[in-house]
């Protein structure tokens, strides 16, 4: 069959210039749990690279240590990032290649490593990146929810303002929303999300590819009523439901007004009449024709 031949003939280590490059950061994704999960390219770029640059070096000490790999590390975590980034940025631009490493996953995403990617890129630095697992999109794999489209949100502030204005921006998003969560919060993240969004469907996943993996497939009522009888244990990823047509039209900011006065919202904005009564039918989902009559018989 030609196109495998093609395939492999295409797609060989030496036509990929797979080699570790000095002067360069590696973005390395390591495993999110189950070692067995690390890439061939990845143990090849971290026991090439000069130096190592890890969210724990004791943590990646044993993941190093487990895989035959010695290599001098430097800790790089939410702390210290802005000097130790520079510091990092300054040895490759003198010539060594370093590999970035968060305790689990891909670093950047969620992480402190977005911060030294964006100095390499201000000062012109090559950054290449060794795929890996990522927590978020293995657990939408698995959510049973729609995965076309989503929304990534992360840890959600712990202070509550910056929360509640986050949950609320949320409010009409129909895309799949994807949330981290620790333990000792979770209870109170299924409590805010159930506020902020009525009860939806969510999937809750916990200990991706370990031994205890769990995976709970329930309404937001069913999660919070689940977490009141089981301690919750491990990392969450929790996958939510987007808005529905239903919810986009119940959290409008027109929801409380009547046609005219959505039409007047769009006057008092500068809009010609006319367009207001066709951004009001956009709005509604209906008819320009069915807003004009309703609004020229007041």
Known sequence: MSYIKDFEKTYTPDTQKNLTRKGTLYLVGTPIGNLSDISERALKVLSEVDFIAAEDTRNSGKLLAYFGIKKPMVSYFEHNKRERGEMIVSRIEAGEACALITDAGMPAISDPGEDIVKICAEKGVPVSVVPGPCAAVCALAVSGLFTGKFTFEGFLSTANNERREALEALKNETKTIIFYEAPHKLRTTLADLRKAFGNRKISLCRELTKLNEEILRMT?????????????????????????????????????????????????????????????????????????NIVMKK
Do not use: C
Not at 274 to 281: G, R, Y
């Open 220 to 292: 937001l009522d069913g999660a919070i009523a689940y977490y009141e009888e089981n301690q919750p244990r491990g990392e969450y990823v929790l996958i939510m439901e987007g808005a529905s047509a239903e919810e986009q039209k119940a959290n409008a900011f027109w929801a409380e007004m009547t046609e005219a006065e959505h039409v007047q919202y769009y006057v008092d904005r500068g809009m010609g009449k006319s367009d207001a009564i066709k951004a009001t039918a956009k709005d509604r989902g209906v008819g320009k024709s069915d807003i004009y």
